[in-house]
């Protein structure tokens, strides 16, 4: 079992930056490959970003590509994602995930356990 807690959303202009963190609890962090996914209002959940094992490797929607980078620390059972350039189409709740599937990692179906979110809104 992982519980996951994200933080470090907020309101922010657009070309602004904001750092999202996700803790996880339990001992086996480095045995989950992470990602991050967002929902913006009557909108279907989308993929962001994922990350492996060890963070050798990383993945990107194309959206995000350029702007936003995810990082883990497995001493500290964290994962991040910097976003800078952020436009007002990033405006949504941001989700971390982990996942134990060896499948594709922007499918939300691939994940085991989620956070509960925390919001970024852009403003232009």
């Known amino acids: 079992q992982v519980q996951l807690v994200e933080s470090g959303g907020g309101l922010v202009q657009a070309g602004g930056s904001l750092r999202l963190s996700c803790a996880a609890s339990g001992r086996t962090f480095s045995s989950y490959r992470m990602g991050w996914f967002r929902q913006a209002p009557g909108k279907e959940r989308e993929f962001v970003a994922a990350?492996?094992?060890?963070?050798?490797?990383?993945y990107y929607a194309d959206s995000v590509k350029g702007r936003f980078t995810i990082s883990r620390d497995n001493a500290k059972n964290t994962v991040y994602l910097q976003m800078n350039s952020l436009k007002p189409e990033d405006t949504a709740v941001h989700y971390c995930?982990?996942?134990?599937?060896?499948?594709?990692?922007?499918?939300?179906?691939?994940?085991?356990?989620w956070g509960q979110g925390t919001q970024v809104t852009v403003v232009s």
């Open positions: 990350i492996s094992w060890s963070g050798s490797r990383t």
């Open positions: 995930a982990a996942s134990m599937s060896l499948g594709d990692l922007d499918k939300p179906l691939r994940y085991d356990y």
